[in-house]
């Protein structure tokens, strides 16, 4: 059996390639990673965007603010980012629908990539918070560290 494929789109001759195009330079034209909806959902003007920043300033401050968080902080919001994009897409697109269920089957995009990603955020969050106050002490900086020493110089 033949399966379908995504549509390539190729780029035109001036058009500046992105850094993250693959080599062959083929581009994902639908769906959630579309240089479209990413963005959509980048950009504060559109309602998607403020939404999506909201919540990651809303998570960001939770944790004690941008400037306090370790790297691992860092790169599950990031992750938490990415999956709020792909389920409120999901989230829209079924608002779309007459009804979520068709000839007695819940639709297809709510089945197990749905439950996958909802599950994904959720356990992301969880490790979020749950060690939050138990990260390692923060490195200073090499001026922090400088203004230490000579601190600890001056007391001796």
């Not at 968080?69 to 860092?74: F, G, S, V, W």
């Not at 990031?78 to 709020?84: C, F, M, N, T, V």
Request: proline fraction near 4%; avoid cysteine.
């Amino acid at each position: 059996m033949r399966t379908k494929r995504t549509p390539i789109r190729e780029p035109k001759p001036d058009q500046k390639k992105s850094k993250f195009t693959p080599d062959d330079d083929r581009r994902i034209v639908h769906g959630a990673y579309s240089e479209r909806m990413r963005q959509r959902y980048s950009d504060e003007r559109t309602a998607e965007g403020r939404q999506l920043k909201t919540t990651m300033e809303d998570l960001a401050n939770d944790l004690g603010g941008h400037e306090n968080l370790t790297a691992d902080q860092r790169i599950n919001l990031d992750s938490i980012r990415s999956l709020l994009i792909v389920l409120r897409r999901i989230g829209e697109y079924v608002d779309r629908q007459e009804s979520i269920i068709t000839d007695g089957q819940l639709l297809p995009v709510l089945g197990k990539n749905y439950l996958s990603y909802v599950n994904s955020l959720r356990l992301t969050l969880d490790q979020l918070f749950k060690n939050h106050g138990k990260h390692h002490k923060r490195v200073p900086t090499l001026d922090d560290w400088i203004d230490q020493q000579e601190k600890e110089a001056k007391d001796k």
